[in-house]
């Protein structure tokens, strides 16, 4: 009798690690382990997976490569937004989980899977986006999720694997590490409580550069596609290029604390040198190339874009209308920004572009005008202020 095939998201880590055993072992599955690719491997990392896989006793191992849909699909609005929720984490994990679901799902059409599984605990936000892209994607399909149907902790999966005879590292496993192109998400016991804040150790970039580095970034319409002089065929490499020369300055280090889908507080350590200094330089290059209703604008739908796609709502029509609009604002965000990179942070130096609207040919801020006279901005004043003179005459308010 043939066994059912169930498709397993497969990073490697310890829950997956345990889902691959258990589903093999105490479920009699044939067991295909995919790793979807968002930024986060070399091919030696892949390699490694892919034999610890074979190992473990999966049927098959899939590494797919899905870095250019995420950039293109995604990150790019996440940029042009300048997303940051809560004003601290750049949706490092949150906003890689649906091309990971989408990937998985596609997959798991391709080979006639009868179930997919995921290594989610039920306690977290990403239960929720898996098994909502798989309900909407494949909804034939069965989600199995062991850890969370049954309640394990770490220690216990710990326990279980080594119980089963398999060896990895269970003392760098007491972190769960989430790595792709945006970030890289920790979690560990220090993020289960409030007070603590994780060790120096537990972040996967450490300190080794203490000189300051200046650099400058080049923009075409909103998206990264030069570093220094060095110009690249695609933004996502430009920013890999990028993390990959501010990460020795330990920077974009954080800890998040928002509101969960499922209506808890959560906590989560976070690495993002490049989305970070991306975000900060595009937001700076708009604030002298934008009008300030187009930034406006802009916030208020950022803010509401990033919500709800941190919550596993990509696939909802809305985000493709937020999209257009976003991606409209940019035809001017061109230009390059200056960045100085520094142990543990950086600054934004300032921009040079043909579209700043701080234009010295129209006057400068403070000292003087090309374009009006006093007596303008006389009448000006009293028109614009006309209103508030009218509302506190009619009603007898007196200020002072």
């Not at 995919?34 to 899939?62: H, M, N, P, Q, W």
């Not at 490092?92 to 998985?104: G, K, N, P, W």
Request: one cysteine or more; charged letters at 20%.
């Amino acid at each position: 009798m043939n066994k059912k095939k169930v498709v397993l998201a497969y990073s490697g880590g310890l829950d997956t690690t345990f889902c691959a055993v258990y589903l093999s072992k105490e479920k009699n599955l044939e067991v295909h382990a995919v790793t979807v690719d968002t930024g986060g491997f070399t091919k030696a990392e892949i390699a490694a997976i892919e034999k610890r896989a074979l190992a473990l006793g999966c049927a098959s191992y899939t590494c797919i490569n899905a870095i250019d849909d995420f950039y293109n699909q995604c990150i790019k609005y996440l940029i042009f937004g300048n997303v940051l929720k809560n004003n601290t984490y750049p949706l490092s994990v949150s906003a890689e989980r649906i091309f990971q679901a989408l990937a998985i799902a596609k997959y798991a059409q391709k080979i006639k899977a009868d179930a997919v599984a995921h290594g989610s605990t039920g306690a977290g936000n990403d239960q929720v986006r898996f098994d909502m892209a798989f309900t909407i994607l494949i909804p034939k399909a069965e989600i199995i999720t062991p850890i969370r149907e049954l309640k394990l902790s770490r220690q216990d999966e710990i326990e279980y694997l080594k119980k089963n005879g398999v060896e990895m590292n269970f003392e760098k496993a007491a972190y769960s590490i989430n790595k792709g192109i945006w970030g890289t998400s920790v979690g560990g016991k220090e993020t289960l409580t409030s007070d603590t804040y994780l060790p120096e150790q537990a972040f996967p970039s450490q300190l080794k550069k203490n000189d300051p580095e200046n650099i400058s970034l080049t923009f075409e319409k909103g998206q990264l596609f030069g570093i220094n002089e060095e110009r690249f065929n695609s933004p996502a490499k430009a920013i890999a290029k990028l993390n990959e020369l501010a990460s020795p300055f330990a920077i974009g280090r954080d800890i998040h604390v928002g509101d969960t889908i499922i209506g808890i507080k959560g906590r989560v350590g976070f690495e993002a040198a490049a989305p970070l200094i991306v975000i900060k330089a595009h937001h700076t290059l708009e604030k002298h190339t934008l009008t300030k209703w187009q930034l406006y604008w802009k916030d208020q739908l950022s803010v509401w874009y990033g919500n709800w796609l941190h919550e596993g709502q990509f696939l909802d029509p809305v985000m493709r209308n937020i999209e257009k609009f976003l991606e409209d604002t940019q035809q001017f965000v061109s230009g390059k920004v200056f960045v100085t990179l520094v142990p543990y942070g950086f600054k934004i130096n300032g921009i040079d572009s043909p579209h700043d609207l701080m234009s010295a040919k129209f006057g400068s801020y403070g000292e003087m005008n090309n374009s009006w006279t006093g007596d303008d901005v006389k009448g000006f004043a009293k028109i614009f202020g006309n209103q508030v003179a009218i509302y506190n005459a009619v009603n007898g308010i007196e200020h002072g």
